[in-house]
Protein backbone atom coordinates (compact mmCIF):
# COMPACT_ATOMS: atom_id res chain seq x y z
CA UNK A 1 0.00 0.00 0.00
CA UNK A 2 1.03 3.16 -0.63
CA UNK A 3 0.86 6.82 1.28
CA UNK A 4 -0.06 9.98 -0.53
CA UNK A 5 0.33 13.82 0.49
CA UNK A 6 -1.05 16.39 -1.76
CA UNK A 7 0.34 19.64 -1.75
CA UNK A 8 0.46 23.11 -3.62
CA UNK A 9 -3.28 24.71 -3.12
CA UNK A 10 -3.98 27.79 -2.03
CA UNK A 11 -6.03 30.69 -3.44
CA UNK A 12 -5.47 32.36 -6.79
CA UNK A 13 -7.23 34.92 -8.92
CA UNK A 14 -9.49 33.68 -11.51
CA UNK A 15 -7.30 32.99 -14.56
CA UNK A 16 -4.40 32.05 -12.44
CA UNK A 17 -2.25 29.08 -12.14
CA UNK A 18 -1.21 26.57 -9.60
CA UNK A 19 0.46 23.31 -9.41
CA UNK A 20 -0.28 20.45 -6.82
CA UNK A 21 1.98 17.54 -5.96
CA UNK A 22 1.21 14.43 -4.87
CA UNK A 23 4.21 13.01 -3.01
CA UNK A 24 4.25 9.04 -2.44
CA UNK A 25 5.58 6.51 0.37
CA UNK A 26 5.50 3.58 1.35
CA UNK A 27 5.63 1.07 -1.91
CA UNK A 28 7.09 0.89 -5.32
CA UNK A 29 5.07 4.14 -6.50
CA UNK A 30 6.20 3.13 -10.25
CA UNK A 31 3.76 0.41 -9.90
CA UNK A 32 0.83 2.55 -9.72
CA UNK A 33 -1.43 4.59 -11.82
CA UNK A 34 -2.35 8.08 -10.30
CA UNK A 35 -5.92 10.06 -10.29
CA UNK A 36 -6.79 13.74 -9.47
CA UNK A 37 -10.24 13.78 -8.26
CA UNK A 38 -11.72 17.06 -6.45
CA UNK A 39 -14.91 17.88 -4.54
CA UNK A 40 -16.45 21.19 -4.22
CA UNK A 41 -18.81 22.07 -1.42
CA UNK A 42 -22.64 20.25 -1.53
CA UNK A 43 -21.03 18.35 -4.58
CA UNK A 44 -20.23 14.87 -5.27
CA UNK A 45 -16.52 13.79 -6.03
CA UNK A 46 -15.37 14.03 -9.40
CA UNK A 47 -12.96 12.81 -11.63
CA UNK A 48 -10.00 15.32 -13.20
CA UNK A 49 -7.30 13.72 -14.63
CA UNK A 50 -5.58 10.25 -14.70
CA UNK A 51 -2.32 9.00 -15.15
CA UNK A 52 -0.32 5.54 -16.24
CA UNK A 53 2.17 4.17 -14.21
CA UNK A 54 4.87 4.92 -16.92
CA UNK A 55 3.31 8.71 -17.84
CA UNK A 56 2.31 7.17 -21.39
CA UNK A 57 -1.31 7.38 -20.96
CA UNK A 58 -3.62 10.72 -19.43
CA UNK A 59 -6.82 11.04 -19.34
CA UNK A 60 -8.64 14.37 -18.45
CA UNK A 61 -12.53 14.83 -17.36
CA UNK A 62 -13.52 17.51 -20.18
CA UNK A 63 -14.18 20.42 -17.73
CA UNK A 64 -10.23 20.49 -17.44
CA UNK A 65 -9.15 19.62 -20.93
CA UNK A 66 -6.89 21.98 -22.25
CA UNK A 67 -6.27 23.62 -18.75
CA UNK A 68 -4.79 21.52 -16.97
CA UNK A 69 -1.71 18.42 -17.03
CA UNK A 70 -1.15 15.79 -15.76
CA UNK A 71 2.45 14.45 -15.21
CA UNK A 72 4.41 12.51 -12.79
CA UNK A 73 8.19 12.05 -11.90
CA UNK A 74 8.78 8.73 -10.87
CA UNK A 75 12.11 8.96 -9.41
CA UNK A 76 10.93 11.61 -7.06
CA UNK A 77 7.59 9.62 -6.16
CA UNK A 78 5.41 12.64 -7.19
CA UNK A 79 2.77 12.93 -9.21
CA UNK A 80 1.98 16.75 -10.61
CA UNK A 81 -1.80 18.43 -11.28
CA UNK A 82 -0.48 21.97 -13.20
CA UNK A 83 -3.70 23.88 -13.29
CA UNK A 84 -3.79 27.21 -15.92
CA UNK A 85 -6.93 29.37 -16.57
CA UNK A 86 -8.13 28.81 -13.17
CA UNK A 87 -11.87 29.49 -12.83
CA UNK A 88 -14.21 29.47 -10.20
CA UNK A 89 -15.52 26.43 -10.94
CA UNK A 90 -12.71 25.06 -10.34
CA UNK A 91 -12.55 25.58 -6.44
CA UNK A 92 -12.48 22.25 -4.35
CA UNK A 93 -10.49 20.29 -2.11
CA UNK A 94 -8.54 18.10 -4.13
CA UNK A 95 -7.53 14.70 -3.85
CA UNK A 96 -5.07 11.67 -5.56
CA UNK A 97 -5.61 8.16 -5.30
CA UNK A 98 -3.21 5.46 -6.51
CA UNK A 99 -3.86 2.15 -7.91
CA UNK A 100 -1.69 -1.03 -8.89
CA UNK A 101 -1.41 -1.37 -12.56
CA UNK A 102 0.59 -3.73 -14.56
CA UNK A 103 0.27 -2.34 -17.66
CA UNK A 104 2.47 0.58 -18.84
CA UNK A 105 -0.84 2.09 -20.66
CA UNK A 106 -3.38 1.54 -18.05
CA UNK A 107 -5.11 4.19 -16.04
CA UNK A 108 -8.34 4.64 -14.14
CA UNK A 109 -11.23 7.46 -14.15
CA UNK A 110 -13.49 5.78 -11.03
CA UNK A 111 -13.01 6.14 -7.43
CA UNK A 112 -13.56 2.17 -6.70
CA UNK A 113 -10.66 1.26 -8.56
CA UNK A 114 -8.26 3.40 -5.99
CA UNK A 115 -7.38 1.82 -2.88
CA UNK A 116 -4.92 4.09 -1.73
CA UNK A 117 -5.59 8.23 -1.32
CA UNK A 118 -4.17 11.10 0.35
CA UNK A 119 -6.13 13.92 2.73
CA UNK A 120 -6.69 16.24 0.06
CA UNK A 121 -5.69 20.30 -0.43
CA UNK A 122 -7.88 23.17 -0.51
CA UNK A 123 -8.04 25.26 -4.02
CA UNK A 124 -9.98 28.62 -3.76
CA UNK A 125 -10.38 30.76 -6.46
CA UNK A 126 -11.19 34.42 -6.35
CA UNK A 127 -12.67 36.27 -8.70
Known amino acids: QVQLVESGGGLVQAGGSLRLSCSASGSTFSSYAVGWFRQAPGKEREFVAAISWSGSSTDYADSVKGRFTISRDNAKNTVYLQMNSLKPEDAAVYYC????????????????????WGQGTQVAISS
Open 97 to 116: AAARAHFRYTLYRHEADFGS
